[in-house]
């Protein structure tokens, strides 16, 4: 098989030839274009960008092209659930008709997160009878169960993925079995690196052809130099609207009373010290108490002087810890694992303490969770630089999605001549099966009529669609709102989205027709609801992002005037398009999506918004909808 990517022809006939395997699946002529298009980009190493509509069939228009080229390529997904989907389903369907036609096997591996596995020197020290119950001492009679029923699956399971379970264990439990990179100290150091589930996965992943992994990792690999996936020609970020969020989050320090609890603990498991854990305590809250008030609001830089000297005081008191770690002695191989991760556990705090110490202007500082857990965070202004030496530079990325957000490129620095962009469009045919309602007639989103005005509208949209609603808001507050009246007022079952987990949920919803789900943000994307179920989206405000997002803030104001434009707009549409995609899921899909806020109709930013949704017909004439919805 030659390096160089097969000609134009060849790609397709092995579209084709994958095709004819699937039931009930033909080929579809932007999931051509998309595998032309990519196979170009690989054979001349351009970057490119690929909008591929719902219905384009986008991961088999990425994965033949792929891996025709006889490339190493990584595939970067959103979800863990999409890499299960692509390792469990895609891949060997790939495989099985691919194989006979380019004349190799095609090997592939996902790779998760250090903390997605067992960890086999855990499970070995829980096996230690008097070790087990002094560490169970703190877990209920639930907790210990699980942790046991992990263990013997720990003699059975190939892998060690959480993914593998048939069941949920309780987060205490999965942790206790489990360990982060943080304190890990490697399989050379580690008594149990021979038969390392975490381990094992890295090593099929460094001689398979397609490593799937998830964006997060990605990002970590970026942010460590390259020091979590093995060397790799091709990237192709799915979902790729996703990549300047959790590239950002990734390449995060963040420091809370939690961590150093953390660390806390895993000191007192190697000596019960109580001077140097009270001191340790006695920082963690004091620092608590600094930022608590500050919750999502940006920290000035440098850090203010007394986050600043409790700062320097914790990482004087953690040195002093390491110091006393590095003096004990021990022949027993459980203790000098503990003794390791509390090392390494320690070490990483320092560094995020010197880190955020010295953090310039191009970082941003602001306080993320709650009052009673509130996390400091520094994360770059931009992720371009990270993504410029660790990704842009040195391999062929491809980015695809169903809606790519209108600044992409410069978002995560792609410079314009070094990366093509194209547009597939969607096979479905938008003009004729589904309408675009905006309710130009309620109230403006800050008006102290809107609530009333929108449960009015949302009773004669559900009742037109006769139930059969996906009902998506930008607040917990105005979906409990509508929830509460709508279950009042109309005889259709109203699923809300914390009844149930989410795919439960989903499946719940989609077995009921009349049924609908009133859900937040969670939900603008991963439901996939063919058919009769879903007749109607509503989304009751344009998903502008907060004003005061601490770092989003940081970014408009870097920009000046034009930031609304630049941020705001695309980040709202991106969100919109998302939602609407809800609606269409199959070439038989019809129905509705309607859009409660006045502004999409009114405002001069309304037409790039609608610009990104699929097109649809358009109306603001209620009775329009009623017609169509009785028609279908």
């Given at each position: 098989m030659p390096a160089k990517a097969q000609h134009e022809h060849d790609v397709v006939d092995l579209l084709q030839a994958v095709v004819d395997t699937l039931p009930n699946v033909e080929a579809r002529s932007g999931q051509v274009t998309m595998a032309r298009a990519i196979a170009d980009a690989i054979d001349n190493e351009r970057h490119l960008i690929v909008q591929a509509g719902t219905g384009t069939g986008k991961t088999l228009g990425y994965l033949?092209?792929?891996?025709?080229?006889?490339?190493?390529?990584?595939?970067?997904?959103?979800?863990?659930?999409?890499?299960?989907?692509?390792?469990?389903?895609?891949?060997?369907?790939?495989?099985?008709?691919?194989?006979?036609?380019?004349?190799?096997?095609?090997?592939?591996?996902?790779?998760?997160?250090?903390?997605?596995?067992?960890?086999?020197?855990?499970?070995?020290?829980?096996?230690?009878?008097?070790?087990?119950?002094?560490?169970?001492?703190?877990?209920?009679?639930?907790?210990?169960?699980?942790?046991?029923?992990?263990?013997?699956?720990?003699?059975?399971?190939?892998?060690?993925?959480?993914?593998?379970?048939?069941?949920?264990?309780?987060?205490?439990?999965?942790?206790?079995?489990?360990?982060?990179?943080?304190?890990?100290?490697?399989?050379?150091?580690?008594?149990?690196?021979?038969?390392?589930?975490?381990?094992?996965?890295?090593?099929?992943?460094?001689?398979?052809?397609?490593?799937?992994?998830?964006?997060?990792?990605?990002?970590?690999?970026?942010?460590?130099?390259?020091?979590?996936?093995?060397?790799?020609?091709?990237?192709?970020?799915?979902?790729?609207?996703?990549?300047?969020?959790?590239?950002?989050?990734?390449?995060?320090?963040?420091?809370?009373?939690?961590?150093?609890?953390?660390?806390?603990?895993?000191?007192?498991?190697?000596?019960?010290?109580?001077?140097?854990?009270?001191?340790?305590?006695?920082?963690?809250?004091?620092?608590?108490?600094?930022?608590?008030?500050?919750?999502?609001?940006?920290?000035?830089?440098?850090?203010?002087?007394?986050?600043?000297?409790?700062?320097?005081?914790?990482?004087?008191?953690?040195?002093?810890?390491?110091?006393?770690?590095?003096?004990?002695?021990?022949?027993?191989?459980?203790?000098?694992?503990?003794?390791?991760?509390?090392?390494?556990?320690?070490?990483?705090?320092?560094?995020?303490?010197?880190?955020?110490?010295?953090?310039?202007?191009?970082?941003?500082?602001?306080?993320?969770?709650?009052?009673?857990?509130?996390?400091?965070?520094?994360?770059?202004?931009?992720?371009?630089?990270?993504?410029?030496?660790?990704?842009?530079?040195?391999?062929?990325a491809i980015l695809t999605s169903a809606t790519i957000p209108l600044a992409m490129p410069a978002r995560v620095g792609l410079e314009e001549d070094e990366v093509d962009a194209i547009d597939v469009g969607s096979p479905f045919d938008y003009e004729n099966s589904a309408i675009l309602y905006c309710a130009k007639h309620l109230p403006l989103p800050n008006d102290p009529r809107r609530d009333d005005a929108v449960h009015g509208e949302l009773e004669k949209l559900i009742n037109a669609a006769q139930g059969r609603t996906l009902a998506l808001f930008t607040t917990y507050r105005a979906m409990h709102a509508a929830a509460d009246e709508m279950s009042r007022r109309l005889e259709y079952k109203v699923w809300r989205q914390d009844d149930l987990p989410k795919m439960a949920l989903v499946d719940a919803f989609a077995a009921e027709e009349s049924s609908c789900l009133f859900a937040t943000a969670g939900f603008f994307q991963g439901v996939d609801v063919p058919g009769q179920t879903l007749s109607l989206v509503v989304i009751d405000k344009i998903p502008f992002p907060r004003p005061d997002d601490p770092l989003l803030s940081a970014r408009r104001d870097e920009i000046g005037k034009t930031s609304f434009s630049e941020i705001d707009i695309p980040l709202a549409a991106t969100q919109l398009a998302q939602a609407a995609g809800r609606l269409i899921r199959s070439r038989k899909d019809t129905g509705v999506v309607a859009i409660l806020d006045p502004r999409l109709a009114t405002k001069g930013y309304g037409k790039k918004l609608v610009s990104t949704l699929p097109p649809m017909k358009r109306t603001i004439e209620f009775s329009e909808v009623a017609q169509f919805l009785k028609s279908i």
């Open positions: 033949v092209p792929a891996i025709a080229s006889g490339k190493r390529v990584v595939v970067s997904t959103y979800t863990k659930a999409l890499q299960d989907q692509l390792a469990k389903h895609d891949l060997p369907v790939l495989s099985s008709a691919l194989t006979p036609l380019i004349g190799r096997e095609i090997t592939w591996a996902v790779l998760k997160g250090r903390n997605n596995y067992l960890c086999a020197q855990r499970i070995a020290e829980i096996q230690e009878p008097k070790q087990h119950k002094l560490d169970l001492q703190e877990f209920s009679t639930q907790v210990k169960s699980d942790i046991d029923k992990l263990v013997a699956w720990s003699e059975t399971t190939n892998t060690g993925d959480s993914g593998d379970l048939s069941w949920s264990p309780r987060d205490a439990a999965w942790r206790h079995v489990s360990i982060g990179s943080d304190e890990c100290p490697g399989a050379s150091r580690c008594p149990s690196g021979e038969t390392c589930f975490a381990e094992r996965a890295r090593d099929s992943a460094s001689i398979a052809d397609v490593i799937v992994v998830n964006t997060h990792i990605y990002g970590l690999d970026v942010a460590t130099d390259g020091a979590l996936l093995p060397e790799h020609d091709v990237v192709i970020f799915d979902e790729a609207h996703q990549l300047e969020d959790v590239m950002s989050a990734s390449v995060s320090m963040a420091i809370s009373p939690g961590s150093i609890q953390h660390v806390i603990g895993a000191l007192r498991s190697i000596v019960r010290d109580d001077a140097l854990s009270g001191s340790l305590q006695q920082l963690a809250s004091e620092f608590g108490g600094y930022i608590a008030g500050d919750v999502d609001k940006r920290v000035p830089l440098p850090l203010p002087d007394d986050i600043q000297d409790v700062l320097a005081r914790l990482r004087l008191k953690i040195d002093e810890a390491v110091s006393g770690l590095k003096a004990i002695s021990s022949n027993d191989e459980s203790a000098k694992q503990r003794i390791l991760r509390g090392q390494m556990l320690s070490n990483r705090l320092i560094d995020v303490i010197d880190g955020s110490l010295t953090a310039g202007s191009r970082t941003v500082a602001f306080v993320s969770g709650s009052k009673d857990r509130p996390v400091l965070e520094l994360a770059p202004l931009h992720v371009g630089p990270s993504l410029n030496s660790g990704v842009w530079s040195k391999r062929t």
